[in-house]
């Protein structure tokens, strides 16, 4: 399929006009970051922050006149203010299309998922730790224990969220605006996996991420929750910044494999939340060690309590270590986890664990800091 041209997209948007302004948006400048690949389409739509819940029918008739074109299979509009300052905000739960905006001393921006009971950040300094694997299991650990559960995957650019869970079907959006999560399992889902086909490149600009994230959590009718997961996607960029400001969490997980190198990137998110004021409730230690199925040999392929010791020097609880187990990744490719699978397993029973330490955390009332005030410029 020949990708559509910019200019034929942004020929569509001269039919949208600002409503305040009497021009149309692209002779206002207002669309940026335009991106077209294989049908699929996504911009960003500058705008003043204070007219951000304003200008919502103008993101959706750009959106619907985009989508109209042919040839087109999907187009993502945000709204976005172009100089935002964000601080750690502590009020009520607003319209998510609407940017974060500059603060005064009357004002701040709202926080998400503040109706949520507890939201569990899981995250890693790197990919290709498994942190995917423990945040799905551990969500499912968590509803086995009869706790209303969902699962938030934030990771924009490579969800994984469909696969590992089994799922291909969209979510439905009742009145065109908000959107159910997908239930399996137990567990209430959302991904933007469901939404974009799974090789489709998301080659998508800072702010759309920002927008696609916020979307995810106000736009989705969660329903009554007592702990969400959020699959964080890897590293300390600002996907994680943002959920650290914008979203009541809990706290937060780091996950890391057992060796010095994935040790360091682990540090670094640590530390990330710490400078934030965001709860850390320990450190996991995936892949720690490898039974051979065979013979019952043990062998530490990444070496073996790297993560333990860190977590002594860096102040933090140390909440487990998990096995390189052949099932817990086929259970991964397939939709099947562990956790969900074969829950009297001995691989299934160190998530257990680890969710039973985290329930305590939570349920122990001392994971609430005090909200901090955060400054980007």
């Known amino acids: 399929?020949?990708?559509?041209?910019?200019?034929?997209?942004?020929?569509?948007?001269?039919?949208?006009?600002?409503?305040d302004k009497g021009?149309?948006?692209?002779?206002?400048?207002?669309?940026?970051?335009?991106?077209?690949?294989?049908?699929?389409?996504?911009?960003?739509?500058?705008?003043?922050?204070?007219r951000g819940p304003k200008l919502e029918p103008v993101r959706k008739a750009a959106e619907e006149v985009v989508k109209?074109?042919?040839?087109?299979?999907?187009?993502?509009?945000?709204?976005?203010?172009p100089?935002?300052?964000?601080?750690?905000?502590?009020?009520?739960?607003?319209?998510?299309?609407?940017?974060?905006?500059?603060?005064?001393?009357?004002?701040?921006?709202?926080k998400l998922l503040e109706d949520i009971g507890a939201v569990i950040a899981v995250a890693s300094g790197k990919g290709g730790v498994g942190k995917s694997t423990t945040a799905v299991n551990l969500a499912l650990a968590f509803c086995q224990k009869g706790l209303k559960t969902a699962i938030l995957d934030a990771d924009i650019y490579g969800p994984s969220l469909p696969l590992m869970l089994g799922i291909t079907e969209k979510?439905?959006?009742?009145?065109?605006?908000?959107?159910?999560?997908?239930?399996?399992?137990?567990l209430k889902c959302m991904s933007i996996g469901f939404m974009v086909p799974a090789d489709?490149?998301?080659?998508?600009?800072g702010p759309m991420v920002m927008g696609a994230l916020e979307q995810m959590m106000g736009d989705v009718k969660?329903?009554?929750?007592?702990?969400?997961?959020?699959?964080?996607?890897?590293?300390?960029?600002?996907?994680?910044?943002?959920?650290?400001?914008?979203?009541?969490?809990?706290?937060?997980?780091?996950?890391?494999?057992?060796q010095d190198l994935a040790l360091l990137d682990a540090r670094k998110g640590l530390n990330m939340f710490k400078r934030v004021e965001v709860p850390v409730f320990g450190i996991i230690e995936n892949m720690s060690y490898f039974l051979c199925p065979h013979c019952g040999e043990r062998s530490e392929i990444f070496t073996h309590g790297g993560a333990k010791d860190a977590a002594a020097q860096m102040e933090v609880d140390f909440l487990g270590e998990v096995p390189l187990e052949m099932a817990i990744r086929?259970?991964?490719?397939?939709?099947?986890?562990?956790?969900?699978?074969?829950?009297?397993?001995?691989q299934a029973k160190s998530y257990h664990e680890i969710a039973d330490r985290l329930w305590a955390k939570i349920s122990s009332g001392d994971s609430q800091p005090a909200a901090p005030e955060i400054i980007v410029e």
């Open 200 to 205: 489709t490149p998301m080659i998508w600009r």
């Open 330 to 346: 086929e259970g991964s490719d397939t939709g099947r986890p562990i956790v969900a699978s074969s829950p009297d397993s001995p």
């Open 83 to 110: 100089t935002v300052v964000l601080t750690a905000p502590t009020a009520a739960a607003a319209p998510p299309q609407q940017p974060s905006q500059p603060q005064d001393s009357k004002q701040q921006p709202v």
């Open 171 to 186: 979510p439905d959006s009742p009145d065109g605006k908000t959107l159910m999560p997908i239930e399996k399992y137990g």
């Open 1 to 19: 399929m020949a990708d559509i041209s910019n200019a034929q997209i942004l020929d569509a948007l001269r039919t949208i006009q600002d409503p």
């Open 222 to 258: 969660w329903g009554e929750i007592d702990v969400l997961i959020i699959d964080m996607p890897p590293g300390t960029g600002d996907a994680q910044l943002t959920m650290a400001q914008r979203v009541a969490l809990a706290g937060s997980v780091i996950v890391s494999t057992p």
């Open 23 to 50: 021009q149309d948006i692209v002779s206002l400048n207002m669309v940026t970051g335009l991106v077209s690949k294989s049908g699929n389409i996504g911009f960003t739509i500058e705008v003043d922050a204070e």
């Open 68 to 81: 109209a074109i042919p040839g087109v299979l999907s187009v993502t509009v945000v709204l976005t203010a």
